[in-house]
């Protein structure tokens, strides 16, 4: 037992020696009638005073309680906060903005009148609209929060929501190039241009007929991605997400947009 421990005891037993002399010099005080009713008096209010104890103590827990609920209420509303505040500073850019709704309307609006004021000026002839349905150039989908978050872990790594819809962006950008040269006529082309087009159509095979698609050559002639294990492993994302499947044959991976 240390110097402290021994101090405590010694004034535990102090206290309770007091506590016996005081009962004592009650004691005696209630063998006296006169002073016994005063004594009895004194023992209601000290009970009423314990019940009105009580009853505030019960108060308080439950003002504690409801504290504590506060607080973790004003947790939980912090955290929402900041999450809104998250998704308001990083809005993917493909997806369109409350405020930014009516412009791109306008301007696609301004668009297809141009386009459809260019047409009669072209030659008069019933050809033409045929035509332009013809040229319509596929585009892949971007993907969803719910898809994203079903691409299993390994094969996700460390890849991003924003970084695999660029991906998707950058395929479409390959895309729209590749076959803007398809569909243009030969005698248009440059020499640069007519070399790519017959080699579009060399890659093309009886699996690909009717569908749109890319190469790997395709990726690097007309976006600044680096066809590496990462874009890869995006393609495999893509393929999880039903956006495009993989044909080979003549020692070339054909990549078919769905």
Known sequence: ??????????????????MIKRLLELRAVAKDPDKRGTLLKIEQEVNAINELLDRFERYVGQ????????????????????????????????????????????????????RQTDAPQAPKEQGPPKKTHRKQIKEMEFITVPEFDSIPPYMKGRVSYDQLNATVQSINTAVTAKYKILHQPVKT??????????????????????HFFIVEQDIKEFTQLKVDKRFLGMLNMLRHCQRLKEVRGGGVSRFILL
């Not at 421990?5 to 535990?12: C, G, L």
Request: charged share 30%.
């Open 189 to 210: 082309l440059n020499n640069v241009s007519r070399t790519l087009q017959q080699r579009f159509k060399d890659q093309e095979t009886k699996d690909t007929k009717g």
């Open 1 to 18: 037992m240390n110097h402290c421990e021994f101090e405590e005891v010694t004034q535990h037993i102090n206290d309770k020696i007091s």
């Open 63 to 114: 003002q504690r309680d409801l504290l504590k609920h506060l607080k973790d209420l004003e947790e939980f509303f912090l955290e929402d906060e900041q999450d809104a505040n998250h998704l308001k500073n990083n809005m993917p850019p493909h997806m369109p903005r409350k405020g930014q709704q009516a412009a791109p309307q306008e301007e696609g609006q301004v668009a297809v009148q141009n």
